[in-house]
């Protein structure tokens, strides 16, 4: 089809024409700043790739100047192989490995069109890893929807949970681990959040930039199609006639199948040492693909945007460029090797097509059919964005929130009344079995998975001969967030910590989806002020640094915003997996011991929010040092064989360690209330810094004097009988027993009655 | 000498390196055959891994048994060549003609991914002789489109014939006619088995080590031969 596009030369020629910016998402003063860069009106090209590259997503915007924290805050660290600001964070962890990991939000699009929002999200964070020259081993997936019995959650949880497995399996990705919480305040608003882990040699590190004048632009992947537009279908609609296809889908599709194919291709091309520098395309497609790579590298690039290939012929060149048609990435390749690129590719049958070149203009310059419609310093597009430093303000509300303390609500006075509660909340939908989720997920493929849900952390093996291997917990309790955003944001650091440590592994580095409503609303620009704050704090004090992130704002409904939910991921190292911790209660005739103080703390627990729909008050005290202590203790007991499991005291309280335990392989215990402790507080509190673990009675001392050596206090609570049943006593004069297979029917019942 | 087992990589092959690891365990030389190159490079025998074979977006194992390897490995199957096929495997080989009946949606209508105690109701094949009859293994399972159906004259020839290899215990976990998990050719050398073994021969990563027998059946099998 041929219409004529709007050139640079019209642009120049008709500078009075009115441009529909505003549709777009620019401010005024953002369209204003283009033309004073462009020193002219901008075609409708380069509207199109400033509008999605100064969005929110793209340029963090309302984030960055508070970002930056976690650059300043970093610790010292001889770990970190790449930091903040490229694909993803490389991490060292030892042998000549490394291990790269990141988390990304896909929540709009995934409540629009739960399936291919998650099956995308799964395929945008893997890229990011290839683009790094790592082999994804594994994903996780933290996701939040609203109360579990709304009709809309079941619209929702089950395309999502078949999209990741839809997508995943697909792909031969083991799923490892993640988090399901439910709660009101995401119904209109769920959170679909990705991780993904890949590993590489030292040595093979790739970084996205457009090096050396000469070298030649790859696009290769999947066709270019009008999937993900998005804005851009009212460029083609406003500014030109009305005769072509204007409405577009919003949401990415994806195509598994050619994502596996682009990893073995991309891995492929890389380890043949053929490419100069490569970019995954993901949010704004080749418009944030070509300025990023040339802004990295020489400066200049110049396309041929007719050359790429389409799904769709009828496709305007806005389009093109703002297109998030899934499936595809962008590489560096000096001319002499691109014969050899292109026939890894057509081995792989992958799709590639030369579009441009690398030049040192320091202007990205884009043809279509012979004509300019881009002529742009790409730095201004893809790294000088606006910036903004939004107000913010404590909220009115927090204070009478604190102050909303749950000493007022009803506990239980009897065993009877005690019992039931548990039996409750085991079977409430936060704590209730998630087997209904995964066992929709391949956890198995690629041989190399150690541990998975509900284990305290995804563990894989990355090297076969020496058992070297890497542990990943993603965690938040966006209730603690609410209470106190910035000791919520460490809380949610503590409890991803403790449970890679849990599973015996030294955490190493942390990365983030930081999860709010609205920037322009002072009260949300508060809460994330606090949480980026306190996890910046926490990672300082903790010594491991973040490798990267991921904001996602606008998480709200009306004026209602989400719990503000910064989920981290902590990823940690274990020397030798074969002596990883895991959480199912050992052999008979072990003895069970707390690690950690036990305080009375139910503000914004899973009792209160159960039991009493209640939340006020502040969160457990966050202690970190506490924190580092119990860590190097579960480490040291794992490295020396001392313990035979361990689970970290969190959501649900010590009960729900013990239920656990007990259910992983069928084997009960019987546990004494210590003396002076009130069995509910023992119970049910979410004082945090505690696990619970099992070792042979005759390493009982080791345990208890390494736990005296780094001034963690223990306490010997019960022990592992193996009979039918969960017993613990006494509690208010009685000893409480729960059968196991009460336990697990009560906890396996609750998913297939909501989700079928 | 070292038996050389063939692990065929289609586009969207995912357990073959699991496939060629189980080998290199039971003690054989896992040998990787490409889907574009057709021939077997002399190996011993060969298994179809699982994985999602040009992405399953038709029925699966449809588009996979027009690859140019088959061509080779179907003449060598018909000849005697043991053959295991594992999940989408199982499929191609369906498709493939070699193994009677086809593999449909699971009746649950999701993925599933379990670990799935399965019976070795036949050690006559190369692939399970090192089982005894009766013996319980549970092994990962996980698919899709799992649920295997056929006539119910094929059903009753393959029992008759003794040619159900395993059967699901406990819980039929896709709606498989007879509780079926796994089939072979009358002549008993090419084996079809939705369950995976390959993913259950270390204790560390697997649920048992119960999968093992499979490959060391087939390296013993060889090596006598």
């Known amino acids: 089809m041929t219409r004529h596009p709007d050139t640079v030369a019209d642009a120049i020629a008709h500078p009075e024409r009115e441009q529909p910016y505003d549709q777009l998402g620019l401010k005024p003063n953002e369209y204003d700043d283009i033309r004073t860069i462009l020193g002219r009106r901008p075609t409708s090209a380069e509207l199109a790739m400033y509008s999605v590259m100064w969005s929110e997503h793209c340029s963090y915007k309302s984030s960055k100047v508070h970002l930056s924290q976690f650059g300043d805050k970093k610790p010292e660290t001889d770990k970190l192989l790449v930091g903040i600001g490229e694909n993803a964070g490389v991490v060292d962890v030892g042998q000549g490995w490394a291990v790269t990991f990141k988390v990304e939000s896909h929540n709009h699009p995934s409540y629009v069109e739960p399936y291919q929002g998650a099956a995308t999200g799964i395929g945008g964070i893997v890229r990011d890893i290839i683009s790094m020259g790592a082999r994804p081993v594994a994903v996780m997936d933290p996701l939040r929807f609203g109360a579990a019995d709304h009709p809309d959650t079941r619209r929702v949880l089950p395309g999502v ?141 110049h396309v041929r945007l007719d050359a790429v290939p389409l799904r769709d012929a009828t496709l305007t060149p806005e389009e093109i460029l703002m297109s998030e048609s899934q499936e595809r990435m962008a590489a560096v390749v000096t001319p002499e090797k691109i014969d050899a690129f292109l026939a890894i590719c057509a081995k792989w049958d992958v799709t590639a097509d030369v579009i441009g070149e690398v030049t040192d203009t320091g202007r990205l310059i884009i043809e279509w059919h012979g ?51 548990v039996l409750r909340m085991v079977g409430s939908p936060n704590l209730a079995s998630k087997t209904w989720v995964t066992q929709q997920y391949d956890r198995y493929v690629l041989g190399n998975t150690v541990l998975a849900q509900p284990e305290d952390a995804g563990v894989i093996r990355v090297d076969e001969t020496s058992g070297l291997g890497v542990a990943l ?12 955003p910035y000791n919520g944001a460490k809380l949610a650091l503590a409890e991803a910590y403790r449970n890679v440590a849990a599973t015996g592994a030294e955490p190493l580095a942390v990365t983030n989806c930081l999860n709010f409503g609205s920037p322009e609303d002072p009260d949300v620009m508060w809460q994330f002020e606090r949480a980026v704050t306190g996890l910046a704090d926490g990672c300082l004090e903790l010594g491991i640094p973040v490798t990267g992130g991921n904001v996602s704002f606008y998480n709200q409904t009306g004026d209602v915003a989400i719990h503000p939910t910064p989920v981290v991921g902590v990823l940690g190292v274990i020397d030798d997996v074969a002596l990883r911790t895991p959480i199912a209660f050992g052999e008979v005739g072990d003895v069970v011991l707390l690690l950690g103080t036990t305080r009375d703390e139910v503000a914004g627990s899973e009792w209160a929010h ?43 309280g010590l009960v729900q360690v013990l239920v656990e335990m007990a259910l992983r392989h069928h084997v009960g215990a019987d546990i004494t209330v210590p003396e002076g402790v009130d069995a509910f507080v023992f119970l049910l509190a979410e004082a945090t810094a505690r696990a619970v673990v099992t070792c042979a009675v005759d390493r009982v001392d080791e345990v208890v004097a390494l736990a005296g050596a780094h001034g963690v206090p223990v306490e010997r609570i019960g022990e592992v009988t193996g009979t039918d049943e969960l017993r613990v006593g006494p509690t208010y004069g009685e000893t409480l027993a729960w059968g196991l297979h009460d336990l697990r029917t009560v906890a396996d019942a609750t998913f297939p009655a909501l989700f079928g | 000498m070292t038996m050389r087992i063939g692990v065929v990589t289609f586009p969207g092959s995912l357990d073959d390196r699991d496939a060629a690891r189980a080998v290199r365990i039971a003690g054989g030389e896992a040998v990787a055959l490409w889907h574009g190159d057709a021939d077997l490079h002399g190996v011993d025998a ?75 109701e036949s050690t006559t094949t190369p692939w399970t002789s090192e089982y005894t009859v009766g013996q319980e293994i549970v092994v990962p399972l996980k698919n899709g489109e799992g649920g295997y159906v056929a006539s119910e004259a094929v059903l009753d020839e393959l029992e008759g014939e003794g040619r159900v290899v395993a059967r699901y215990l406990e819980l039929n976990p896709n709606g498989s006619r007879r509780d079926i998990a796994g089939i072979s050719n009358a002549r008993g050398n090419v084996v079809g088995l939705m369950p995976h073994p390959e993913h259950a021969v270390e204790a560390l990563t697997g649920p048992t080590t119960d999968g093992l027998g499979f490959f060391t059946s087939i390296l013993k099998g060889l090596v006598e031969a």
């Open chain 1, 161 to 301: 949970v078949a999209g990741i497995g839809g997508y995943g399996n697909c792909l031969g990705l083991p799923n490892i681990g993640g988090e399901i919480v439910f709660d009101p305040c995401y119904q209109g608003n769920p959170l679909v959040n990705a991780l993904a882990v890949g590993i590489l040699r030292h040595g093979d590190i790739h970084l996205a930039s457009a090096k050396g004048v000469g070298n030649l632009v790859v696009l290769y992947g999947a066709k270019t199609g009008g999937d993900g537009i998005g804005g851009a279908s009212i460029l083609a609609s406003e500014t030109f006639d009305d005769g072509g296809p204007t409405k577009r889908p919003a949401v990415q599709v994806g195509d598994p199948f050619v994502e596996k194919l682009l990893i073995e291709c991309t891995l492929e091309v890389l380890h043949a040492g053929l490419v100069e520098g490569i970019q995954d395309l993901g949010a704004a497609g080749i418009s944030c693909a070509t300025s990023e790579l040339a802004s990295n590298g020489e400066g200049g690039m």
């Open chain 1, 371 to 421: 004509d300019v419609i881009v002529d742009v310093p790409p730095r201004t597009v893809a790294h000088d964005g606006p910036v903004y430093n939004r107000p913010y303000a404590r909220p009115s509300w927090q204070d009478a929130l604190q102050a909303d303390v749950p000493d007022a609500l009803a506990r239980p006075t009897t065993a009877v009344e005690l019992h039931d509660t």
């Open chain 1, 473 to 484: 917990s993603t965690d938040c309790n966006g209730r603690f967030a609410k209470l106190d």
């Open chain 1, 610 to 652: 159960v039991v009493h729909s209640h939340l006020g008050g502040l969160p457990p005290v966050v202690d970190l040092e506490a924190e580092r202590q119990l860590a190097q203790v579960l480490v040291a007991a794992s490295r020396g064989s001392l313990v035979t499991a361990a689970h970290d005291v969190s959501d649900g």
């Open chain 2, 46 to 120: 060969v298994v179809l891994p699982g994985g999602f074979s040009y992405g399953d977006y038709l029925r699966c194992g449809a588009i996979a048994r027009f690859a140019p390897v088959m061509g080779p490995l179907v003449d060598a199957a018909n000849g005697g060549l043991p053959v295991l096929g594992i999940c989408n495997g199982f499929q191609v080989l369906c498709e493939s003609h070699l193994l009677p009946g086809a593999l449909v949606r699971n009746d649950s209508l999701h993925f599933v991914c379990r670990d799935q105690r399965l019976r070795i």
